[in-house]
């Protein structure tokens, strides 16, 4: 997987990132090396691998593939969509719209975020009202990841306002629906490569059987899809901060000052030591978790502590590979100033550290 990465998705990426370009070629050739269908079974395309097994190939994406926004796009598209789809969906839904999203044909997302709800998930304004066979959708998403490529949208919106999160159902919106309609792309600090938008539904038409779940079950299933992304859109950031730690003690070995390595002095060394613990304390939460959910555990404090450790120890792991790299590491050229953007946005995303906090401390009885 990593010959792979490192051979066929890593050219142009400097010009790429400069005009927030998402690759459709790597995007392609991940979908044909099976990588978009890894947890989805084989009869509906995919190769039907384990969690644990997943996540070991994600992370080896993570290692030979520099472009971090094509990565996360591959995984906004496996966690928001394909693993509700497929625990939640009909038989119907999932034989129409599983294969062609395990093919990379189709390309996925979902819609969660509003202009005026952001950790406060729940408080939806967009709304859904059936009428016969359809629903209409009215209101604005935002921060929707894949948005200016989109195929296929899980879009949640409120039901009925009375019942409160328990009014939020969800639903597969093409992109071709009649009133959806994606509006400016958002420029971002890093993760430029994927590309993230705004989405406006303007009585927008969904068929009734391209509900997702009954309604109001669209808290349980947003629940049950961030549970799998919390535990599982970090593996391949695991791979990155092995690429970091190795290009560091390459350069810190070659680099020499006052007649020796850089390596030889104690700062130095501490850095490369820490960079290494975070490195194993991260690719042990990821391994943990994967295996609690193959054995079919519950992994709600796992999932929060396993996104809230693998964020915040890339972050420092990108910042120690730049301080060691001196004035190289703070260039362009060097691509660290770009890994340092890409991992400052794993903070925010799936839910901020200080969310994964909030939860950890509830479930630990707090």
């Not at 080896?60 to 995984?75: A, E, K, M, W």
């Not at 599983?98 to 996925?108: A, F």
Request: charged letters at 25%; one cysteine or more; glycine letters at 10%.
């Amino acid at each position: 997987m990593s010959r792979f990465a490192s051979r066929e998705l890593n050219d142009y990426l400097r010009e790429r990132d400069k005009l927030g370009e998402f690759n459709r070629v790597g995007w392609k050739k991940c979908a044909e090396f099976g990588i978009h269908g890894l947890p989805v079974p084989k009869d509906y395309g995919g190769l039907g691998v384990d969690p644990l097994t997943t996540v070991g190939v994600l992370e080896s994406l993570g290692y030979g593939c520099r472009d971090n926004g094509l990565v996360f796009s591959i995984n906004a598209h496996m966690w928001t969509l394909e693993i509700p789809l497929l625990e939640f969906g009909t038989e119907e839904q999932k034989r129409k719209y599983l294969p062609s999203l395990c093919s990379g044909e189709l390309v996925g997302g979902n819609a969660m975020s509003e202009p005026a709800s952001g950790s406060d998930a729940y408080s939806l304004q967009t709304t859904a009202e059936r009428r016969g066979d359809r629903y209409i959708l009215n209101g604005t998403k935002t921060f929707a990841s894949n948005g200016p490529v989109c195929d296929l949208m899980i879009v949640y919106a409120t039901v009925d306002r009375s019942k409160g999160p328990n009014g939020i159902s969800s639903f597969l919106v093409e992109r071709q629906s009649p009133g959806f309609k994606v509006g400016r792309e958002l420029e971002k600090m890093g993760l430029r490569t994927s590309p993230m938008a705004e989405l406006f539904l303007e009585d927008c038409e969904v068929p009734v059987e391209n509900r997702l779940g009954r309604e109001g079950n669209g808290k349980n299933l947003f629940t049950h899809s961030m549970t799998w992304e919390r535990s599982c859109i970090l593996a391949s950031a695991v791979g990155t901060m092995q690429r970091l730690l190795e290009l560091s003690i390459r350069y810190a070995n070659d680099r020499k000052q006052f007649g020796q390595s850089i390596g030889k002095f104690q700062l130095i060394g501490s850095k490369i030591v820490d960079m290494k613990l975070r490195l194993d304390e991260a690719r042990a939460a990821l391994y943990r978790t994967a295996w609690l959910q193959s054995k079919g555990k519950s992994v709600f404090l796992e999932a929060a502590l396993t996104k809230l450790a693998i964020s915040e120890n890339w972050v420092r792991c990108a910042e120690d590979a730049i301080q060691i790299h001196g004035g190289y590491g703070y260039i362009v050229d060097s691509e660290f100033e770009r890994e340092m953007r890409d991992a400052l946005g794993s903070r925010i995303y799936s839910g901020t550290s200080e969310v994964q906090r909030i939860i950890a401390s509830s479930l630990l009885g707090l």
